[in-house]
């Protein structure tokens, strides 16, 4: 089992609706949970972090939390084709006595116009 | 704003070769990482440094060698280059304690021939 999973896609969604992208992890000491958006030859930039259960909402994004299922989720409302990416869950964990950050290996998202 | 700057956009060397990337930091940060981005494989971590002159491995450090004589500046270094180390490289910082976002560069595309 990888340790932060999320489904390559192609996940496409019509603009205007509601894009799911979601994340499971399997470290429960997990404490920090980050979405980085990353354009085709870009670099990752962060949209969302979140730290405890629940839902974290900025503008257009919620981000959902729930440890005791080991899943994080990324809504995005209203979507727009510049929102066409491949948007990565990290997750911050221990392993070895040592913090690191441990990368899904993205979904990418099409949204269609 | 915090920025994060690496020596080369697009790289090209011969099999062999010693290959030096540089990374820089302006927001005195603790942290520095080095990863690699490689389709279907993600983000994978190379080496990590949570301070000057330290440096700790990651998941794939074979290859590799790294230096952190300045707290903003954190190089990775390809002893002798080969083709299967052709990759987008991207450097990282964060500052302690890693529950914060890291801040990634432009990253660096390496192609070896």
């Known amino acids: 089992q990888k340790e932060v999973e999320q489904n390559s896609g192609p996940l496409s969604v019509p603009e205007g609706a509601i894009a799911s992208l979601n994340c499971t992890y399997s470290d429960r000491g997990s404490q920090s949970f980050f979405w980085y958006r990353q354009y085709s030859g870009k670099s990752p930039e962060l949209i969302m972090s979140i730290y405890s259960n629940g839902d974290k909402e900025d503008g257009r994004f919620t981000a959902q939390l729930n440890k005791a299922s080991q899943y994080v989720s990324l809504l995005i409302r209203d979507s727009q084709p510049s929102d066409s990416a491949t948007y990565l869950c990290a997750v911050e964990g221990a392993r070895s006595g040592t913090y690191k950050y441990i990368f899904g290996t993205g979904t990418r998202l099409k949204v269609l116009a | 704003d915090v920025k994060v700057t690496q020596s080369s956009r697009y790289l090209v060397k011969r099999t062999g070769e010693k290959v030096f990337l540089e990374c820089v930091q302006d927001?005195?940060?603790?942290?520095m990482f080095w990863y690699r981005q490689d389709p279907g494989l993600g983000l994978r971590l190379i080496y990590f440094?949570?301070?000057?002159?330290?440096?700790e491995k990651g998941d794939i450090p074979e290859g590799y060698s790294v230096s952190r004589e300045k707290k903003e500046r954190f190089s990775l270094i390809l002893e002798s280059a080969s083709t299967n180390q052709t990759s987008m490289y991207l450097c990282a910082s964060t500052p302690r304690p890693l529950t914060y976002e890291q801040y990634f560069g432009p990253g660096t595309r390496l192609t070896v021939t």
């Open positions: 927001m005195d940060h603790e942290n």
């Open positions: 440094s949570y301070d000057v002159k330290m440096k």
